[in-house]
């Protein structure tokens, strides 16, 4: 099969496209493709005629350019600029929709003048269905921008700091950048930086000697060791403590550390991801964060947006879920529940979706998630998925200024007593994951 052909295409053009395997066109600058490579045809013809088409029509079923629908175009970029340009769109190919990272270049003639452009299309396959569990699934303008910087800096050294509420993806996007990096092939490293001590901290990232401490009966290979050449991903690193932030930020601008009771340097070989919920700026200003390390950090800051931000995405999303969660059943969801979902305001983002459809689709007895099956405080009431109640909360005592973390863990104290079911059930009506409550609770004041 060759590319198929337009008359006024030099045949050498025709044939070098088809010797790449991603898709590739040639346009004019009135957006018609004047040549498209078999790759193209495979993802965006199936059947139909492709050259003398425009490329709107073909990869995102309008009906005008892109940047006259609101989008970015690479192609008016570069007829603009007249140079590269790269942008990150959703299109709809033989797979059903897809991110894709599409690139335009000006091709000139022997004066120099642009007498064509050739797109190129590169599949983000981390994107790509969503049907298994670390393919992330949306397609709403602020998930693909988001996708679009993860995928930018992939190629980098340079540290991401990703910025979002709890459940909104931040490690599962942490491993995608690992995944399109060149560090692929060695370990991605994830440490939970919430309740680390000082002792547990140096021990778990730096590891230790036989004989280091009473008990450390052999080596231990800490994470820093353990990652070599990978990825290490610091969740909650807003959690650090003080201390504690000076020992990484030593790591991070030596390059070397020590295990506990080693005396010999060993060089650190890690990209840094960080993830956090809080505003470390805010941090930086009231003193409890360092400033030298948010500069380290802070290079390249992606934020996540809320579900409840992109609820258009939320159908796909929970279609996805419940197949990852019961792959053999055809379980849908129904009108009335999802109309629930929609109004709903996800705390919990993501993550409690998945809790609220794993609950659900266990109780369905057949194939449709009705609202009865759904956690009463989807509908803004307050009963337990028991039927009790939970006494609503005391107002608080507002004759005093509390520090927003300080009186969330009163609230939670408050919750965890008189919560009439399990500490799960629990977690999942606060919106948050199991491990983060007891870690909430149990965090020294
Ligand atoms: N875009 C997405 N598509 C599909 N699944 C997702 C998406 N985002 C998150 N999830 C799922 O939601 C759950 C929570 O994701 P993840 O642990 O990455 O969130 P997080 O922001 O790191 O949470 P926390 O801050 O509480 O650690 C996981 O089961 C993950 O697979």
Redesign the pocket.
């Known amino acids: 099969m060759t590319a198929t052909i337009d008359t006024n295409i030099p045949a050498e053009l025709i044939s070098l496209l088809d010797s790449f395997p991603e898709p590739k066109i040639l346009l004019d600058e009135h957006y018609r493709i004047l040549a498209a490579n078999t790759a193209y045809r495979r993802e965006f013809g199936s059947n139909r005629k492709i050259v003398g088409s425009y490329c709107y029509e073909l990869s995102h079923h309008y009906d005008k350019p892109c940047d006259q629908a609101g989008e970015n175009c690479p192609l008016r970029d570069s007829m603009e600029n007249g140079e590269l340009n790269r942008v990150f769109h959703v299109h709809h190919t033989s797979a059903g929709r897809e991110h894709v990272e599409v690139e335009v270049v000006p091709v000139r003639n022997e004066a120099g003048n642009t007498t064509y452009f050739m797109e190129t299309m590169h599949f983000l396959r981390h994107a790509h269905g ?1 049907v298994r ?1 670390h ?4 397609y709403s303008r602020s ?1 693909n921008r988001m996708l679009e910087l993860a995928k930018r800096v992939a190629a980098r050294e340079t540290s991401v700091l990703l910025l ?1 509420e ?7 996007v942490a491993h995608a950048i690992h995944d399109m990096s060149p560090r692929a092939a060695s370990p991605f490293v994830a440490v939970e930086c919430s309740g680390l001590t000082e002792t547990l901290f140096e021990s778990e990232m730096f590891g230790y000697e036989k004989g280091a401490f009473t008990g450390a009966i052999g080596r231990k290979i800490g994470l820093v060791e353990a990652v070599r050449g990978g990825t290490l991903f610091l ?2 690193v807003g959690d650090i403590p003080l201390s504690l932030q000076v020992k990484l930020l030593r790591l991070m601008e030596a390059g070397t550390y020590r295990r506990i009771g080693g005396v010999e340097p060993l060089r650190a070989d890690f990209r840094l991801i960080a ?1 956090t ?1 809080r505003d470390l700026a805010q941090m930086v200003r009231d003193g409890s964060f360092r400033q030298d390390l948010y500069f380290r950090i802070n290079v390249f800051p992606i934020p ?1 947006p809320p579900l409840r931000e992109r609820t258009e995405d939320l159908p796909m ?1 929970a279609e ?2 419940l197949a990852r969660l019961d792959p053999g059943r055809r379980i849908t969801i129904s009108k009335e529940a999802m109309n629930r979902l929609l109004n709903h305001d996800f705390p919990g983002n ?2 409690e979706l ?1 809790n609220i459809l794993e609950r659900a689709s266990i109780l369905a007895d057949g194939n449709t998630i009705l609202p009865q099956h759904l956690p009463a405080d989807t509908s803004k009431t307050d009963k337990t998925e028991k039927g009790a109640e939970i006494i609503p909360p005391q107002a608080p005592p507002f004759n005093e200024i509390l520090p927003l973390e300080k009186l969330e863990k009163r609230y939670l104290a408050w919750a965890a007593e008189n919560f009439p079911g399990d500490r799960k059930t629990l977690a999942e009506h606060l919106g ?2 199991e491990r ?1 409550l007891y870690r909430k609770l149990r965090k020294p004041d």
Not at 166 to 172: A, F, I, P, V
Request: hydrophobic share 35%; aromatic share 4%.
């Open positions: 969503g569990d393919e992330m699934v949306g998930f979002g709890s459940g909104t993806g931040k490690e599962l969740d909650e993830a919920h996540l999303l996805r879920l993501v993550r998945r948050m994951s983060t």
